[in-house]
């Protein structure tokens, strides 16, 4: 199977093996609900993958963080981070907008230049780790230590909750 997108071109470019996990949608064309058995289906770890969160800030500047595990932003230490008062999740329509992609694709790679990227520590706990192909329906496996490459100077630290 082959798929075309900024992200499998970016891995391309960088000769970083990945593979392509397809993954059906439902009726009204949403990924499905049971992503942890399909992946544990095809011999994956459902906690590795890779979930590309976006915020808009009181400032009016999105934030996307990648987080691992099933971990939730902890908000207070993003406010304090970012040096924000207000944060919030961005609105479904503002995903596309902010990062190129709809909602359900997004990967923590391949984004619009000026778009900050933060990266939870949870990510470093994979070997394999799962993320966003850019395309709905399609998900990409790679070695965790490959997607920490490519996001080496996007911001690192403790993100999240788990």
Known sequence: MTLASPVTDLLNARDIPFSIIEIPLS???KPIRNLEELLQQQGLDPHSVVRSVLFRTGSEQFILLAVA???R???ATLRSHLNERKLRMAEYDEVPEATGYVVGAVPPIA???GLKIMVDNSVQH???VIIGSGVLGYALALKGT???SILADAEQGNFAKT
């Open 146 to 148: 490959d997607l920490l």
């Open 126 to 128: 994979y070997e394999t």
């Open 27 to 29: 009726e009204d064309k």
């Open 111 to 113: 984004l619009p230049d």
């Open 69 to 71: 595990g099933g971990g």
């Open 73 to 75: 932003a902890d908000w």
